[in-house]
């Protein structure tokens, strides 16, 4: 129900009275944020591998749709499967060279490859359009490019995006596969001992997270028509994807939602505050402060802390 | 429990015409200068309890991890039903029929007590219909039906010994390995849950080899011993036999083993 009813706030979002381009637009960010969230905890909250690299999945989403579009006209409609085939290859990738690695050594790898692609991407000029970065050519109000004058498409099509993988995940922890994630998160040597491959499940978690991560990119990149080495690869972005899932709750479906949707809150009134104060900088401050609070009082995330919360009350009911 | 009500107890003797369903044949293992098993051959009989003995540092855990795939043997080579299963990795080895439980129950924490048991069952049945069937009927045997929805850290600590048996047992398992899931609990939960495990050698004809401390619980359950010491295989036979050899006499620091009749 409560589901129903976001989804329809958010929907209408254009029809408001207080509504501009301005809101508008700040509701594509806050689902991109959400959804990037989403396909992060598929792999990290769920399968229990923290991933730190997944800007790497989101740059080649990105990058790849803008430059088939550009450089072959393919529509980013199209485009967007591609992109999702190359970042889950490399997903694969990643997962054959560090999936035996775990939780600290795990991220720290995933965060040095990532990190790679960023040199690279500065590196191949001709390619990618550099330090710069690689802009999209803009058609204007142009549906089969993906592309409209105003935010408002983005709207529906994020918000599309955003139910799509909230469903998904609820579909994910319900399944087969799922259940596997999670004995593997749970107790790899257990899993294995209850006979779950857990490399081979390890693997198709990471592929899967990554496809679902290149998919924002390509929206991403549609949306801002450009895309800069250190937005795609970069150490900010790895720590970015981190936070709708840790601050919403790990391994939930709601979670990301809740968790990217509050820290976009934050991290806007922070900066009207701090315009308001006129003193630079506080914006961050206030960001990161929450971002503290939250992890120290609340480990488990809202959701988590939540459930902790009321099966406490009902524990003591008893 | 009484000695008298052992023999009763244990489960099913060797029959000498059944082959082999685990077959060990010059198993070693070294981790750098130790030799933690050297040269251990055996071979266990469908329907047969064996009991797993030895002082600390015998490497009966070794012997276990070994085993059930977690750590390779140096040199020697394990069969299965007669299928050489030396390079299989453990979760093979599970869907092959062949599980255990750990010294330290390890069950999946955030799973419900339904669901651990579901993981196991999904591997070696696939289709969804059979494994559901599979899940119900093992909670069922091992009366953990009311627990089906909660999970693992709110249950006690001997359920949570029946819910790792069960997912041990769940989907077809063919060869149980218990390492100590008797340490821990109190008289009347251990004689519970060994009734449980009778049950199930009795009742699906299960080969069980069981790792336990305390002597008195294996000799209860087990036909059969096994002793290790320093890695070597010192004695097998029946319980009262190899109570009796002055090897295994002497590698219980020279004294009788407490509570071998």
């Not at chain 1, 924002?216 to 801002?224: A, E, I, R």
């Not at chain 1, 505050?273 to 401050?285: E, F, T």
């Not at chain 2, 047969?48 to 276990?64: D, H, I, Q, Y």
């Amino acid at each position: 129900m409560l589901l129903v009813a976001l989804v329809a706030a958010v929907a209408t979002l254009p029809l408001w009275p207080f509504a501009n381009n301005y809101i508008v637009a700040l509701a594509v960010r806050t689902l991109l944020f959400i959804a990037l969230g989403q396909a992060w905890n598929v792999i990290a909250g769920i399968g229990g591998m923290l991933s730190l690299g997944h800007g790497l999945f989101f740059g080649l989403g990105a990058y790849a749709t803008g430059l088939l579009f550009n450089s072959f006209g393919l529509t980013p409609w199209l485009g967007l499967f591609p992109a999702m085939a190359i970042a889950a290859a490399a997903g694969l990738l990643v997962g054959l060279v560090t999936g035996h690695l775990r939780g600290i050594y795990f991220a720290l790898a995933t965060v040095v490859m990532s990190l790679a692609f960023e040199k690279l991407a500065r590196y191949f000029v001709d390619l990618t359009g550099g330090d710069t970065g690689l802009s999209v050519t803009f058609r204007g109000d142009a549906p089969w490019a993906m592309q409209w004058r105003g935010p408002t498409a983005f709207l529906f099509l994020s918000l599309a995006v955003v139910v799509i993988y909230y469903l998904a995940t609820r579909a994910i922890l319900r399944s087969r596969f799922g259940l596997e994630l999670q004995a593997v998160r749970d107790d790899e040597g257990a899993a294995a001992a209850s006979g779950v491959n857990t490399f081979r499940t390890k693997l198709l978690g990471l592929m899967l997270s990554a496809a679902m991560t290149a998919l924002v990119g390509t929206l991403y990149m549609q949306f801002y028509l450009n895309i800069d080495p250190s937005t795609a690869f970069g150490l900010f972005q790895a720590i970015q994807i981190q936070l709708p899932a840790l601050i919403g709750g790990l391994g939930t479906a709601g979670g990301p939602v809740i968790g990217g949707a509050l820290m976009i809150l934050v991290s806007e009134a922070a900066n009207i505050a701090s315009g308001k104060l006129n003193l630079q900088g506080v914006d961050v401050l206030i960001y990161g402060l929450v971002l503290l609070l939250v992890v120290m009082r609340a480990p488990l995330g809202i959701i988590g802390e939540w459930h902790r919360w009321t099966s406490r009350r009902a524990g003591g009911a008893r | 429990m009484a000695p008298l009500d052992v023999a009763a107890r244990r489960g099913r003797t060797m029959t000498a015409a059944a082959s082999p369903v685990l077959e060990l044949s010059g198993v070693g293992r070294r981790f750098g200068g130790l030799q933690a098993l050297s040269d251990v051959s055996f071979a266990v009989t469908q329907g047969e309890v064996v009991g797993l003995v030895g002082p600390n540092g015998a490497g009966k855990s070794t012997m276990f991890e070994v085993i059930s795939g977690n750590i390779a043997p140096s040199s020697g080579s394990i069969r299965f039903f007669g299928k050489d299963i030396t390079k299989l990795p453990a979760f093979a080895r599970r869907r092959a029929g062949m599980a255990r439980t750990f010294q330290k129950v390890r069950l999946f924490n955030s799973l419900t007590v339904e669901q651990n048991i579901a993981v196991a069952a999904m591997q070696c049945l696939p289709e969804p219909g059979r494994w559901q069937d599979e899940v119900q009927s093992v909670l069922t045997r091992m009366r953990l039906t009311a627990q089906a929805r909660r999970r693992p850290p709110e249950i006690t600590l001997a359920d949570r010994k029946k819910v790792e048996i069960g997912r041990a047992i769940a989907g077809g398992c063919t060869l149980l390995m218990l390492d100590e899931s008797l340490s821990g609990l109190t008289r009347d939960e251990a004689d519970e849950l060994v009734e449980e495990i009778l049950g199930i050698n009795r009742g699906r004809g299960l080969t069980i080899i069981v790792v336990e401390h305390v002597m008195p619980v294996v000799v209860a359950m087990a036909a059969r011993l096994i002793v290790l010491k320093t890695g070597t295989l010192i004695a097998d036979g029946p319980p009262a036999e190899v109570a009796r050899d002055p090897v295994v006499i002497e590698a219980y620091l020279g004294s009788r083993p407490h509570g071998l009749a």
